[in-house]
Nanobody, 118 residues
Framework: QVQVVESGGGLVQPGGSLRLSCAAS????????MGWFRQGPGKEREFVST????????DYADSVKGRFTISRDNAKNTVYLQMNSLKPEDTAIYYC???????????WGQGTQVTVSS
């Protein structure tokens, strides 16, 4: 099994920044992709950003391009999401996902709340 734990959420004013962290533990050898999704109030869960573990190829939703940056630390099995220029519409629960593509397995964290408000 793989355990995924997010941290770093909180309350921030519009225009501010936050950095989320996500650590994977357990049987992580098959994990080849990690990323972030979010679910705002009354909305479906949506893709935010993912990164491949070996090469570090990153992908972003159009709504966060230029503002969010995903990165990884392979030695720590940790992925980060640096969020800048935050907007009220970024308010959501942010979930981390670790993926084992070969076996089509996804592991999700419990989520961390991000609230952007003045």
């Amino acid at each position: 099994q793989v355990q995924v734990v997010e941290s770093g959420g909180g309350l921030v004013q519009p225009g501010g920044s936050l950095r989320l962290s996500c650590a994977a533990s357990g049987r992580t050898s098959g994990i080849d992709n990690m990323g972030w999704f979010r679910q705002g109030p009354g909305k479906e869960r949506e893709f935010v950003s993912t990164i491949t573990w070996s090469i570090g190829n990153a992908d972003y939703a159009d709504s966060v391009k230029g503002r969010f940056t995903i990165s990884r630390d392979n030695a720590k099995n940790t992925v980060y999401l640096q969020m800048n220029s935050l907007k009220p519409e970024d308010t959501a629960i942010y979930y981390c996902r670790a993926r084992n593509t070969r076996w089509r397995l996804d592991y999700w964290g419990q989520g961390t709340q991000v609230t952007v408000s003045s």
